[in-house]
């Protein structure tokens, strides 16, 4: 009887997983509606973000307190730094919440239970997302595209950083929330990097504050991810994009709804400030132009000319057809679905003439028609293109593997 019971409790045990981990392991994939503008922000400024959504109204004058500064703040979202951090907040009006780094500070690499950012949203996001049931989600804005985070880091593991790295912050953490920050110049580039128990970090001593608390490792870096010589596959999680843009006029069996998602994440093509994305607009050339150049990668300097003539002077070594090279009448001519059709072909180098054009769509899978016959006149080449259709076409491209020109 004595050895079932303790059989029983140790089957207890192993079922129930701690808090921790299960409030920072998501279960299944949540998808989390944010509104263009705060994603947008996240874009643009983020490293690295842990974020989470709790879809309860926020009261602004209150969540004033938990910042030690308010950096911008509007009906929708307020950005602030919390209290005792170098990190970022946002927290928008329908209970939206994301801890993160600047994007210049790159790639985060933190303790699995007890990240900074992760603490950062748990400790100064309030009681309102202080429940087992609130799922995390981490991920990367910035560039290089970081593929894992590496999470609860112990002392008495080597460290391998790659060269080219930048170091923008290390510390010392302990289980207690308890953190110091400590010399980048202490770390070696390139080679590994000796942390031991009895506090020192190669070769070098810690103070006896450090070394009295000291459990894990924290960096924030750049370039690259620093990897561990022991055992790294229990330290990895892959990193998900979980945010959805919430535009007003994009309902969620709309058939286009994830092409227009995918369009708007890698920044093809913007929403509006109302926070619809009209989805049925028609596009100028000039529209399909510069869509066409950020997509094979153009990285606009300063403005000339018209608005997107370095984008059309960007294509002309290429000779793909387009009317607007040196008209702006061209410019503002309407796109149809054929024109679209032959930039696409001409592009990757094939024929583009307007059967050939259309063929090419249906052989690459860009297209089925309107009614999946698969026919020159199905395909509706006259017809103008809209926002959703553009965005879905260059999605479809993307996963053909035509990211590049020929």
């Known amino acids: 009887m004595k050895k079932s019971l303790i059989l029983f409790c140790l089957s207890l045990i192993l079922l129930s997983p701690s808090f921790a981990l299960a409030a920072e392991t998501p279960s299944q994939k949540p998808e989390w509606e944010v509104t263009p503008d705060v994603y947008n922000i996240l874009r643009e400024r983020a490293g690295i973000a842990v974020y989470t959504h709790t879809y309860k109204p926020v009261d602004f004058k209150n969540m004033k307190y938990g910042f030690s500064k308010i950096y911008e703040q509007t009906d929708n979202y307020i950005i602030g730094r919390p209290d005792n951090t170098k990190d970022y907040m946002i927290v928008s009006k329908d209970g939206f919440y994301a801890a993160y780094t600047s994007r210049e500070k790159g790639a985060a690499i933190d303790a699995e239970n007890d990240s900074m950012l992760w603490r950062s949203l748990r400790n100064y996001a309030f009681e309102d997302i202080w429940d087992e049931d609130n799922k995390y989600g981490y991920f990367h804005f910035g560039k290089p595209q970081a593929t894992d985070l590496t999470g609860d880091v112990f002392l008495m593991e080597d460290f391998l950083i790659p060269e080219g790295t930048t170091i923008h912050e290390f510390s010392m953490t302990d289980s207690q929330n308890w953190y110091k920050q400590l010399p980048v110049d202490m770390l070696k580039i390139g080679e590994p990097n000796v942390f031991s128990k ?4 190669n070769g070098i001593a810690l103070d006896e504050e450090t070394k009295w608390h000291m459990r894990s490792v924290f960096f924030l870096t ?6 561990l010589s022991y055992n790294p596959r229990r330290l990895h999680w892959k990193l998900e994009n979980w945010l959805y843009p919430a535009f007003k006029d994009v309902r969620k069996d709309h058939w ?77 001519s309407t796109v149809t679905r054929g024109q679209l059709a032959q930039v696409i072909a001409a592009s990757q180098g094939a024929l583009y003439g307007p059967n050939s054009a259309v063929d090419f769509m249906y052989k690459h899978d860009l297209s089925s028609g309107k009614t999946g016959s698969k026919t020159f006149e199905d395909y509706g080449y006259n017809e103008p293109l809209t926002r959703a259709q553009i965005s879905a076409f ?13």
């Open 198 to 201: 009895y506090g020192f970090v």
């Open 222 to 227: 750049s370039e690259g991810t620093p990897k």
């Open 256 to 332: 286009a709804r994830q092409n227009i998602t995918w369009a708007f994440r890698t920044g093809l093509i913007q929403g509006f400030p109302d926070g619809r994305f009209q989805p049925l607009s028609l596009l100028k050339e000039s529209d399909l132009t510069v869509i066409a150049a950020k997509y094979f990668g153009f990285k606009p300097g300063a403005t000339y000319g018209h608005r997107a003539q370095q984008y059309y002077d960007f294509f002309k070594p290429y000779n793909l057809p387009l009317k607007g090279y040196s008209t702006d009448a061209g410019k503002n």
């Open 394 to 406: 260059f999605e479809r491209m993307e996963t053909a593997g035509m990211t590049a020109l020929k």
